[in-house]
C-alpha cells in the first residue's frame, strides 16, 4: 500500500521532501516507537484495572458464619416410644344397642289436609278474580263489593260481612256452619264512591285470604 502510494506521488511529480514526509506518516504505526508506546499504554491499562479490581475486593465484607446452634446435636433418627394412653371406661353411659330402627326414626309432619268449598258458578267467577293464577283474562277483572260480600257468605264458606266499625271497614267472620269456623275474623274495606274492587284489590284481598286461612286457587270448586 505505501509503495503503490509512493508511485502514485512520483508519477504526479511530488518534491522528494514531501514524498518522504508522506510516507513517514503512513509509517507510524508499524515503527518500533509507535508500537513500544502502544504496548506501555497497553501495561499502564491493565495494572489500572487490576488496582481498581483489588480495590473493590478489600471494600467488599467478608461473610462471617452465624452460629445457630448450640449444645449437643441430637440424632433426628432417635425416636422415643408414645405413652399409651388407656381409654376410660369407668363412669361413661354405654349407648343402648337395644334400640330398633323403628325407634330411630322420625315422625314425618303431616301437611294439613285442604279444605275445598264447593260454590255457585258466580262465587267461583269472583274466587277466581282472587287467585287468577296465569289466566290474563281473570287478572283484569273487577269484582262488585256486592259479588265480593255474596261470595264471601255462600253457604259452605260461610264469611258473613259485618259493618259494626263503622266507616268502610268490614268484618269477615265465619259462621259455625264454615269449614273454616274459628279461625278469626278479618276486616275488607268497602271502596268507594264506587263500590267496585278492582283486580288489584282481590288479589290484594286474596293474598290476606290465604296468609291467615290457608286459601288458594284450589280451595273453591263448582257446586254440582
Known sequence: MRERHEQNL?????DIEDIESDIKILSADTSPEHLESLEEERRQNVATLEASLAAKIAKKPQK???QTQWGEEKDPKTQFPAE???????GVEQPDTD???DDLQLTKT??????????????????????PNDNLKDRSKSVDWDAFVNAMG???????ARHSAGG???????????KWAGQGK???HKPHPAPVLDSIMMSINGKRMKKWFGWSEESFSLKS
Open 84 to 90: 399409651k394412653i388407656k381409654p376410660k371406661t369407668r
Open 110 to 131: 303431616e301437611t294439613e289436609p285442604l279444605i275445598q268449598a264447593a260454590v255457585s258458578k258466580k262465587a267461583l267467577a269472583v274466587f277466581k278474580v282472587m287467585f
Open 168 to 178: 268502610a271497614a268490614y268484618t269477615f267472620e265465619p259462621c259455625e256452619t264454615s
Open 154 to 160: 255462600e253457604e259452605e264458606v260461610g264469611f258473613v
Open 64 to 66: 462471617t458464619d452465624i
Open 186 to 188: 278479618i276486616v275488607f
Open 99 to 101: 334400640l330398633s330402627l
Open 10 to 14: 512520483r508519477r504526479l511529480e511530488f
